[in-house]
């Protein structure tokens, strides 16, 4: 009876939802039609009609926001036909759109050796970090619903550099270690990793080189880890995993913003182009910190997203090195506490890097102390190096 109660209330709730989405878009949908005459032919404007609808959308985010609320209310986990799931709190995205097959992992293994290959003839330290990622959040069984293979090529990719005796850091399995909960590794609401997570691993990747003989400047390092000397501006944190389903499908996120009480001094330069002197918030953040917008989305806060090189230069440095970092967007929040104890921290993105030697230009041009490798997801082992 409790059972046929809640189905009737579920449905009626799911009629009341649809009903609001219909009225408040009649003119939406009016609107879309009447663009057609921006179109040549039907064809391109069908093909079109998605986005242009999407774009007039009236109250769009509230009725997602009742969407997700109705999915909290009949406790369903799995949604958008088997692409997302809700456990433990945390909103997983399927991988199965990535294609990873032998093949495939063949060629990611050769690559990584290759950057190794080319950084020992350069007489340069290689070290490759695994930061935590979508699969360390599930259950096998979780993974195996959600057709997940990224750990797959990243199980692969260490055997193969342990194999070959190369600098290997687990971020994952180190702070797990630690007991540290999956709660401070991993966002609740994005793909990406706390900024726990990429505090510890700045740190965990100064300690690795300097066993393997890349020393820092002790003061130095204490200084810029210890979160006393920085303020700290905690703010809701709305990530990419629940704009499908609303902000209360889950508990939402806390983004910490970092910026040094103590004394800074940088440059950003974009290609040879010098676009920025300043603090460290002036230079290294991007101004979110002063915006009022709850929907921000706090990454790329640090760093130059959708650029494939760009290199921050200390200028309050004396002692520091070089350094060549290969990652994606998982390390934006790594790579900016690097700026704080490195002469000059170069970063390659090879998601947008369009020229097929670029890797080995940038080798040419600088004298590097030490190449970093990150890879939150396998598409960055898809860019052109």
Same mark, same amino acid.
């Given at each position: ?30 609107? &879309? ?5 921006? $179109? ?26 009742? !969407? ?8 369903? *986990? ?28 063949? *060629? ?87 900024? $726990? ?10 300690? !690795? ?14 200084? %810029? ?23 209360? !499908?889950?508990?939402?996120?806390? $983004? ?5 009480? !103590? ?6 330069? %974009? ?33 130059? $997203?959708?650029?494939?090189?760009? &290199? ?47 890797? %080995? ?15 939150? &997801? ?8």
């Amino acid at each position: 009876m409790i059972l046929r109660i809640n189905n009737y209330i579920t449905a009626i709730l799911f009629v009341i939802i649809l009903l609001v989405f219909f009225f408040s878009n009649l003119n939406t949908l009016k609107k &879309t039609i009447n663009e057609y005459n921006e $179109y040549r032919n039907i064809s391109l404007y069908l093909k079109s009609f998605d986005g242009i609808y999407k774009k007039n959308m009236n109250h769009r985010e509230k009725i997602i926001d009742l !969407y997700g609320i109705l999915l909290k209310i009949i406790n369903k *986990k799995i949604v958008l036909n088997f692409e997302m799931i809700k456990t433990d709190g945390f909103v997983v995205f399927s991988e199965k759109n990535i294609k990873i097959d032998n093949e495939s992992i063949s *060629k990611i293994n050769n690559k990584l050796l290759t950057i190794s290959n080319i950084a020992q003839e350069h007489k340069i330290p290689f070290i490759y970090i695994q930061p935590p990622y979508a699969y360390n959040k599930v259950t096998p069984e979780v993974a195996a619903l959600l057709k997940m293979k990224e750990h797959i090529v990243f199980n692969s990719i260490q055997k193969i550099l342990l194999k070959n005796n190369i600098n290997y850091v687990d971020i994952y399995n180190i702070l797990k270690n630690k007991n540290i909960s999956k709660e401070q590794i991993f966002y609740k609401t994005d793909g990406h990793n706390s900024t $726990y997570t990429e505090w510890e691993t700045a740190k965990l990747i100064i300690d !690795y080189m300097e066993d393997i003989g890349i020393r820092y400047d002790y003061d130095d390092v204490s200084k %810029v880890f210890n979160k006393n000397n920085y303020q700290i501006i905690p703010r809701d944190f709305y990530g990419n995993a629940i704009r499908a389903v609303g902000d209360y !499908y889950t508990k939402r996120d806390v $983004y910490e913003i970092f910026i040094p009480n !103590y004394y800074t001094k940088l440059e950003l330069y %974009v290609g040879d182009k010098k676009m920025r002197e300043g603090t460290f918030k002036e230079v290294v953040m991007n101004g979110y910190e002063t915006m009022n917008n709850k929907r921000l989305y706090y990454i790329t806060n640090y760093g130059q $997203y959708s650029e494939s090189v760009y &290199t921050y230069k200390n200028l309050n440095i004396n002692n520091g090195h070089n350094i060549l970092y290969i990652c994606d967007s998982f390390s934006l929040r790594t790579i900016a506490m690097l700026t704080l104890l490195n002469k000059n921290v170069t970063v390659f993105d090879p998601r947008f890097n369009k020229i097929d030697d670029l890797f %080995v230009k940038i080798l040419a041009k600088n004298k590097y102390d030490a190449i970093l490798f990150s890879a939150g &997801t396998v598409r960055i082992m898809y860019g052109k190096f």
